[in-house]
């Protein structure tokens, strides 16, 4: 059933929340945001999320979902009358898709946060190589599975578009601290072209956090504590 | 190229309402695994369950892979794979959701409802990341750290208690894709236990789950699919010496 009070615990800068945010802007669905203060936990995502502790949560009818990418794949199921198919329609189309959000998340994005924390050029190189190689089975998977289109899943964003674009801004932040290119038009054309691509749709801008605000953000969180 | 052992699963199963006799050849399905690996047994699990004929083929995983295995799952060079149609699939848990998309006719591997499918989804996830990670860590990991990956793994097992219940299986009354993504709790946790002298799960403390993994195991679908004991034991037995003799 679609009815039912939506509302969503997470916070602006978590590339995991802006997953489920982006999939209820495509489907149309009015959600109420509940921001969590950094550094803290409410009681409701203790409640809701009594296992993980973690955002984001979406609340339907007070139902709490958790995990990103498997909220995404409810919200589809739920409101699948409504938007485009967040999901392709054949079963492989499907399992392409899954495989590679699995990808992104275990191996793609733990390269991308390694960037942050590498020292000394010899640990910074490794960790290039590292991302360069996912990077080009990204763009591969991109001409595979987008087939001509704009989107990995298609005509419309979609699962997987999901969950690589919510690293986006995060990417950027990365990019600048570390004043290296991490997505080179060079290398990887076509993931370039998809990134302007998912960052201009109207599901997307109005949640992907500026550049801007973020790389301070970061620059708090990730601050050396003074001796 | 390597050798491979093969073997035809094409008698009936209790449970087989699909198609049978002989499928041509792009209908095919194949499974790249390693008999004693709890991953690789997932997908054969589900494909029984659902009676779907396979090709198994057995791919020395640690010694030489095969260039099937590595044209078919370059990227992690890892069992299990399905191939059909002349496609590969690889990682358990998304291959048995490609098994639930494709073969419409058998028993489901998840609920109906987008709700109970989250949650089922979920645990599995839990298993796998929680609990599968933290278990190959206690026992077979760097000695420095099992202790510590033990409490974790304990952790884990006491929200998958919670989790089941007086629940049949973590599905229902039937087997679900949790039940098979447990499949390591329910049948090789025992064993590892008995030959490490390692005890993680204990009967007392864990009574659903034991009651659980007595059903699971009990099923006549699975036990079919389960590695033999003696077998697991013995391979096991080897990593427990080396570990004790390096210190």
Redesign the interface.
């Known amino acids: 059933m679609a009815s039912g009070e939506v509302k969503l615990i997470g916070a602006w800068a978590s590339p995991f929340v802006m997953r489920p945010r982006v999939a209820l802007n495509l489907k149309s669905v009015p959600y109420e945001f509940l921001q969590e203060t950094f550094g803290s936990k409410s009681e409701l995502l203790l409640k809701s999320n009594p296992?993980h502790k973690k955002i984001p949560v979406l609340l339907?009818a007070d139902?709490p979902?958790?995990?990103s990418n498997?909220?995404v794949?409810?919200i589809d199921?739920?409101w699948s009358s409504s938007g485009p198919s967040l999901l392709p329609s054949l079963?492989?189309d499907?399992?392409?898709a899954?495989?590679w959000a699995?990808?992104i998340d275990e191996k793609w994005f733990v390269a991308l946060r390694n960037f942050l924390k590498a020292e000394g050029e010899e640990e910074k190189k490794a960790v290039i190589a590292e991302f360069e190689e996912g990077n080009a089975?990204l763009e591969k998977a991109f001409i595979d599975c987008s087939k001509g289109k704009p989107f990995f899943n298609g005509d419309h964003i979609g699962y997987l578009d999901i969950s690589l674009g919510s690293f986006l801004a995060w990417l950027r932040v990365t990019e600048l601290a570390a004043s290296y290119k991490l997505l080179d038009e060079a290398k990887t054309p076509s993931l370039c072209k998809w990134a302007d691509h998912f960052c201009n749709d109207p599901a997307v801008k109005p949640v992907m956090p500026e550049t801007a605000k973020l790389a301070e953000f970061a620059k708090k969180i990730f601050a050396k504590p003074q001796a | 190229i390597a050798q491979e052992n093969t073997y035809t699963q094409t008698q009936r199963t209790e449970n087989q309402t699909g198609l049978t006799g002989k499928m041509n050849q792009e209908e095919q399905v194949q499974v790249l695994g390693l008999w004693g690996s709890p991953f690789s047994k997932r997908v054969e699990m589900v494909l029984q369950l659902k009676g779907i004929p396979y090709e198994y083929i057995e791919e020395d995983v640690y010694g030489n892979k095969s260039p099937m295995l590595l044209k078919y799952n370059p990227i992690h060079k890892k069992v299990p794979v399905l191939v059909h149609n002349g496609r590969s699939i690889a990682e358990s848990l998304v291959i048995v959701e490609y098994i639930e998309d494709t073969w419409k006719t058998g028993p489901t591997i998840l609920p109906q409802d987008p709700y109970e499918r989250a949650m089922a989804r979920f645990w599995a996830k839990y298993v796998d990341e929680k609990v599968m990670v933290a278990m190959g860590k206690a026992f077979w990991g760097p000695e420095s750290e099992r202790e510590k990956e033990r409490k974790e793994a304990y952790e884990g097992l006491i929200s998958l208690e919670k989790e089941i219940g007086d629940k049949r299986f973590f599905g229902g009354e039937t087997i679900g894709i949790v039940d098979i993504a447990a499949d390591f709790i329910g049948y090789w946790l025992g064993i590892v236990q008995e030959v490490s002298g390692v005890t993680i799960m204990t009967a007392e403390e864990f009574p659903n789950l034991k009651r659980w993994s007595e059903d699971f195991v009990g099923n006549n679908i699975i036990k079919e699919v389960l590695p033999p004991k003696q077998k697991l034991a013995a391979l096991f037995k080897t990593p427990f010496r080396s570990a004790a003799t390096s210190g």
């Open positions: 296992v339907h139902k979902v958790c995990e498997i909220i794949e409810y199921e739920t079963p492989y499907r399992a392409m899954r495989f699995a990808y089975l």
